[in-house]
Structures are given as C-alpha cells and as structure tokens.
C-alpha cells in the first residue's frame, strides 16, 4: 500500500519589522462539486508572483487565481494539458491587460509556480524564470531555467511552460522562490531536512535578501491532503510549553482575515483574548503527528487565496491590525517559569533579529591594518617555507635542499596546489559541461516525443516550443551532428503547423552601423537605401556594392532649424517632380516629416529642404506616420484623432488637408502605423489589431470602417477574428501587384508575416539561424523580393523564396 502524505504550505515573509506568515499570490484551490473526469483527486495550489510596473488590484489578483482553477478543474484528460490550459488563461488575462495600459507604458509581467498533488505524485509547472529546490533523501535538485519556462505571462499570445514530475517521499523539502537568496541552494535545505519545520522557517527569513515572498513546503505522512500553516499569535506560544518539536509554534492559516480570531474587541484588553484563544483545545486541537493544524478536512484550504493587499502596501502602509504577529522568539518572551530547561537549539538567538546579523564597526585606521597585513603575510610566507623546506631535508641530500630558498619555497607551497585546483577545475567543468549537454539533449528527445499520436494543434505547439528550447539550453554547450539532426527533425515539424518559412538572414552593412542606433524604418531604392534613426531623428545613407551596403557618410537629413527630429520617411518619384525642388542640385529622393508636420526633402549631393505643410483646422497634435501613395500624401495624427491627406503636386503639397473619415471617426489614439492602397486606409493598433477604411467622395456612399477587421488564420485549430494568436504587431507595409499583400512585423519572434489584402494569412517568415538577442524594430520587403530587418542597430537581409 502507497503511504499517504501531507503536502505542508509555508509562507517565507519578511517584511521591516514585521513576519507575518504570510505570501502574496498564493490560492489552495478548493475542489469544486462537479470535476471533470480525472480531476477529483488533484489538489491544486497556484503561486503567482507579479511584476512590471502595473500592479493589480488585490481583489483582480484573487479572482484571476480563482478563475484559473476553475479552468483546471473543468479540464479533462492528463494533467499537464489541464495545466497548460489554465496557464494559458492566465496569460491572455495579464496579456490583455498589458494591450489595454500598453499607451500608458504600464506593463504587468506573470511568474508562476502551480502544482498539482496526486496521491503519490506531484506535478508542478513553472512559467517564467522561477525557482524550485527539491531536497529529498537521496540529494537535493534546482528547478531553474527562464529558457524552458519562458519570460513570464503577459508578454506574448503564446508562453513557454516547463513541466516537472515529483515522487515524493516523508520529510522531502520544496522551496519555491522568484528571486531567492543567494544563500537558498539545495546544499542549505539538505542540511536542514531533519529539523522542525519552524526553525527552517526562521533560519530561511535570516537569509532573506532578495525575495521577501517565498513559500516553503514539506511532505509528511498523513492522509494525502495540501494543508497551509502560519506562526501561532504570541500569546499562544507564551501559554504553551516548550517542546522538543518548535512545529508548534506553527497554526493554521485559512482564507479567511488570519487575525479573525484572534483580535478582542474593542474595549477588551487583548491578553484575554489571547486567553480566551489559549484555553479551548477541544475547539481547536491540533494535529498531532505534525504540530500543524489543518485547515479543512478535504478542500486543502479552502478557497485559500491570500491576495496582494498586504504586500502592494509593505512599504508605506502600517500592517493591519487584522494581521498576526509573528511568534516571540525566547530572547523576547523567555520560556514559561514552570517549564523544563530548553534545548540549545530553543535557546539560540533568532535569526531573524537584524541587531543579531549587524557587526559591530571597529576602529580602523588605514595604514595600521596595511602594516599589520603586511606583517602577517610575511610571517606565513616564512612559516610555510620553514615548513616545506624541512621536509625537503628530510627527503633530500641534505646539500641540495640548503640551496632552496625560503620565498622559493613558500612560492612553491602556494603555486603547486594551485595549479592542481587548476587542473581539477579544467577537468571538471569539460565534464559538467558535457553532463549538462546531454541532459538537456535527451530532455529535448523526451519531450519531442510526446507529439506522437497527438492531434491537438496548441498542444503540439506546446510541446514543439518547448523541446526546441531544450535544444537551444544543449547547444549553447555543443552542437553536435545529433543535436543538428534532432533540431531539423522537431523544426520542421514546428514550422509546417505554424506556417513558416526559414530565410538566410546576412549582415546587409559592410562595417555595421553606428552602435546605438535605433532603426525604426527602412526605404529601399534600386541600389539606396534609407535608414531612420528613431534615438537622432536622422536617416542614414547607404549605397550597395558588390559586398553589400556601404554607409554614405557625407549624408546630410535630420534635425535643423526649421524642423525637429524626424518621426518617419517615404520614398518620392523620380519623375514629375516640381523644378523649384531641384533649383541646386538633384531632385530629392526622401520625404521625412517631424512631429509637427515639418517636411524634409533628402538627396545624395547637398543639403536638405524643410518646408511646412499647412496646418489642418485643428492644428497638429502629435504626427506618428505617413505615407505616399498616387500623388497623395497621408498624415497619421493621433493627437488630434485624425488622418489627414494632402493633393500633392509635383511633390509639393500646398493645399490645405482634408479629413479622411466623415461622420464616423475611428479611434485612432492607439494607432501606430498606417498604409494605403488605391485609397483604401490600414489602420494598425498598438493592441495589434488592424482596422481597414474604404474611402468615398461620394455624399451618397460615406466612407466605411472596419475596425477591428478579422484576420482569417488557416492554420489547424485556429479560424476568423481580430487577432493573430501568439503574434504582437508593431510595424506594417503594403506590397504593390502582381501580388497586392500586407505585412506585418512581430517584434518579439523576429518574424514577417504576409497577408493577402483581405487580411487572410498565407505564411510567416523567420531566421533559418538564430539572430542576436533583441527586438526587431524595423522592416521592409524591397526590390527582388529582398526582406530587410533590423534589431536595433544591427540590419539584416534575406532573399524571399
């Protein structure tokens, strides 16, 4: 018979003078009426640990854990695709959120540790660079790799999850942590496996340094149930005796406000309450095989679910009346007087005062210490000489060692054992490097192999993602004719579900670019090429050659007395310009314009020419974009939530602006980019969305908007609506015929996507290698078919198949 444990849930806080027991983002689910099938048995608990720089209201942060165990329990079938589909939830939650306050720069970023107890097996999952130390009878293990699980929830349609699978075993200890203390390591919690779960407690807050919310837990035999224990309030732990096992000091901990029960009334004196508390064992008897007392019988806590309150305000607020005070250490409340003598262990200092951790700062005195190190160093140096060259003599004609000097030999009794730690190091790390190779290896193959027989397509994503990021982990190590085969064979798996077509990226700069650019467009001419600095304002010139694009820098567009820096640029004709534009040179090649509507026209042998387009009606607010298309020109103006178009002539546009929309205006606050075909008006929104506006000068047929507008995804298990799922936008161009079609830029993947004009997908491309770390920031598809992209200031380019 499989002996049942108890999963034991401890909070690890520390806060200034406080420890309250207890953890922001921790839910210990409760199971509902009617689980799906093979969900009456998983215990859940969730630890959600938030960042970024958008916090989320205490009572969201409830209710979005609560949701997302309602998602598991409703799930059927094995447990990490339950798992994964409440991780999912959890990420479009945050995701959405972080579309909605994108325009505000505010940001909300998930780390998340879930597990799931069956009756003799744990299944946990991390999403987002937390850590997990296991310390078991047999060694200890850390669960930490941000590959594997990703960079958290929120910041992408799709995120990573890595899955773990535990057998426990009695007194096997899980320390669960985003930031822990540098002194947490498996070593530490081995070495504490066999004292009382409080003393951990407490020697785990004295090394607080980092994380101030961490969660411990602890298997003990029992029934097979998650229960949640906290510090007793002090009065309980002064009434009780001593014992041999400090677990007493630890009480239950219920969703409910945890001083509940504890706070007297308000005109009565707290040390009856306390009292009162003190003098009921038949209400309240704890659990005599752990010094824990349980919550709830077989709910695991029940809707256990501590929101963010207390922590959002730890660093202004006073701590709640309702919130318990942590248990009195001995030095603090001293041991009853009719209790036996305490054990060394009871007696120590608590670690957990900061007086005890601070030493003293002594007198010192600069070149005193200096003399005495001095000194010291000299008589070790002797020491070890005297030492070394006696047993020199003693092995030795006695002739030969008296010609060793002393230094000599200290030299040499400090120098040959380091060299031999040298030479242990050299071969050890060659070893740990290859161990680590062919772990990450094999765990790639494992989880590859879990796509056979599977149909569903965001599963088998799942599983493709996370065995590639495996093999990234094997490779950073080696790259072996195994790993290449293994990674060909899970690729192109991955790549014919998701549509992609891998391109040889080249540096398209000979040289490279100035570093600490940002290029946020590119204009692609014959054999120009135009490159806009966002960080400046300015463009740079380059010229193709027959080893690629040479920067021009005589090259004169950006910043000047008659304009800012600017915010975009476009392409003009070659012909049919207006003579008064080439008076001094040759006709210009680039329209910029700044964020005032200030034009620049560019060329390759002079100076540029600023002129101001006539200010539309309600003046400029902030100009975003524009575009050029059949003589007219487009002007994005968030600022004022309009697009204006201009008649050009010649390249000149004089008149004043019209507005693009009649009575019905989209919003276009959130807009970030726009492109025109024939008239027709894209729209892309900073939420990725894509608004499409059919323009008319007809009273009789006003012009329509579509916005959002539906993407059609043709991929297996995905269909019509407003968004790409797993993709972020930030960037659009159109595509003349033969082969009218939009493209897209997702930033975060590094990747193009094509549709046609309708906005239906028809492939996506990627780099067959990977690129450098970093976002991509601009694109566009030139001449031949050549795609640019460039990550900062860093440009690409692969030829389109």
Not at 685 to 690: F, M, Q, T
Request: proline share 9%.
């Amino acid at each position: 018979m499989t002996l049942q444990l108890d999963f034991i849930l401890l909070p690890i806080v520390r806060q200034p003078e406080h420890d309250q027991g207890l953890i922001p983002g921790l839910l210990v689910a409760e199971l509902p009426r009617r689980p799906a099938r093979g969900r009456s048995d998983d215990q859940l608990f969730l630890r959600l640990t938030l960042g970024g720089n958008a916090m989320m209201e205490p009572q969201d942060q409830t209710r979005l854990l609560e949701k997302a165990a309602q998602t598991y329990y409703k799930s059927s079938g094995a447990v990490t695709g339950a798992m994964r589909k409440m991780i999912t939830l959890l990420n479009q939650e945050i995701l959405s959120r972080n579309l909605h306050n994108a325009g505000r720069g505010l940001q909300t970023i998930g780390y998340l540790t879930a597990g799931v107890l069956k009756p003799d097996t744990l299944y946990m999952a991390q999403s987002g660079p937390t850590h997990a130390f296991l310390a078991t009878g047999q060694g200890g293990e850390h669960y930490y790799d941000p590959q594997l699980s990703g960079r958290g929830l929120g910041l992408a349609r799709t995120t990573q999850v890595r899955f773990m699978q535990i057998t426990p075993q009695a007194g096997d200890l899980i320390l669960l942590s985003t930031q822990p203390s540098p002194a947490w390591t498996t070593d530490f919690l081995q070495s504490r496996r066999q004292i009382g779960l409080e003393a951990l407690r407490r020697d785990l807050i004295g090394q607080i340094e980092i994380d101030p919310f961490a969660l411990l837990i602890q298997a003990r035999p029992g029934s097979g149930r998650l229960r949640t224990a906290r510090p007793k309030p002090v009065a309980l732990v002064q009434e009780q005796p001593a014992g041999p096992d400090d677990d007493e000091e630890l009480d239950e901990l219920t969703g409910q406000a945890p001083a509940a029960a504890a706070k007297p009334p308000k005109n009565q004196p707290q040390e009856s309450s306390a009292g009162a508390a003190a003098a009921s064992p038949a209400e309240k008897k704890p659990d005599e095989s752990s010094g824990v007392q349980p919550t709830v019988e077989a709910g695991a806590a029940a809707g256990l679910a501590i929101s963010a309150a207390a922590a959002s305000s730890r660093r202004s607020a006073p701590v709640p009346v309702e919130q318990v005070p942590p248990p009195e250490t001995p030095a603090q409340a001293g041991p009853p007087q009719d209790a036996p003598p305490a054990s060394p262990q009871e007696t120590a200092p608590d670690k957990t005062a900061p007086k005890e951790r601070r030493l003293p700062r002594p007198d010192w005195n600069l070149s005193q210490g200096l003399s005495a190190f001095v000194r010291r160093l000299d008589r070790t140096f002797n020491s070890i000489g005297q030492a070394l060259r006696t047993s020199v003599q003693r092995a030795s004609p006695q002739d030969s060692a008296a010609n060793i000097s002393t230094s000599v030999l200290a030299f040499m009794a400090v120098a040959i054992p380091l060299v031999v730690v040298a030479i242990a190091w050299t071969v050890y790390t060659q070893r740990g490097q290859e161990s680590i190779y062919t772990d990450y290896l094999n765990q790639a193959a494992v989880i590859a192999s879990q796509a056979e027989g599977e149909t569903d397509a965001d599963t088998l994503r799942q599983i493709y993602s996370e065995a590639l990021a495996a093999l990234d982990r094997a490779e950073q190590d080696q790259v072996s004719d195994q790993s290449t085969a293994l990674r060909s064979q899970i690729q192109g798996a991955y790549d014919n579900l998701e549509w992609i077509e891998r391109l040889d990226f080249q540096p398209a700069i000979v040289g490279g670019l100035e570093s600490g650019l940002v290029i946020s467009r590119i204009v692609v001419m014959d054999d120009e090429m135009f490159l806009l600095d966002a960080s400046g304002g300015r463009v740079i010139h380059a010229e193709a050659t027959a080893q690629g694009y040479e920067v021009d820098p005589g090259f004169l567009c950006g910043p000047g007395l008659q304009n800012g820096p600017l915010v975009d640029i476009v392409p003009l004709p070659r012909s049919n310009l207006d003579p008064s534009l080439s008076e001094d040179g040759e006709a210009p090649k680039l329209l910029g314009i700044d964020a005032n509507g200030n034009l620049l026209y560019c060329r390759s042998d002079g100076p540029p020419m600023a002129r101001a387009l006539p200010t539309p009606d309600s003046n400029w607010g902030r100009v975003e974009a524009m575009r050029y298309d059949s003589g007219t020109l487009y002007v994005l103006d968030p600022g004022t939530n309009a697009v204006w178009y201009y008649p050009g002539d010649g390249g000149l546009f004089n008149e004043r602006p019209g507005f693009f929309f009649d009575e019905t205006v989209p919003n276009l606050r959130n807009v970030i980019d726009i492109v025109v075909d024939r008239g027709d008006l894209y729209l892309l929104h900073e939420n990725s969305e894509v608004g499409i506006c059919v323009y008319s000068s007809l009273e009789t047929a006003p012009t329509r908007c579509d916005d959002p507008a539906n993407f059609t995804d043709p991929r297996p298990d995905r269909g019509v609506g407003p968004a790409i799922e797993g993709a972020s936008f930030t960037q659009t161009q159109f595509s003349s015929p033969p082969e009218p079609s939009i493209y897209l830029l997702d930033p975060i993947a590094r990747a193009v996507y094509h549709f046609s004009v309708r906005l239906t997908l028809q492939r996506q491309y990627r780099a067959r290698t990977p690129l450098p770390e970093g976002d991509a920031t601009a694109f566009v598809v030139g001449p031949n078919r050549r795609l640019f992209l460039a990550l900062g200031d860093r440009l690409y380019v692969a030829q389109l198949p």
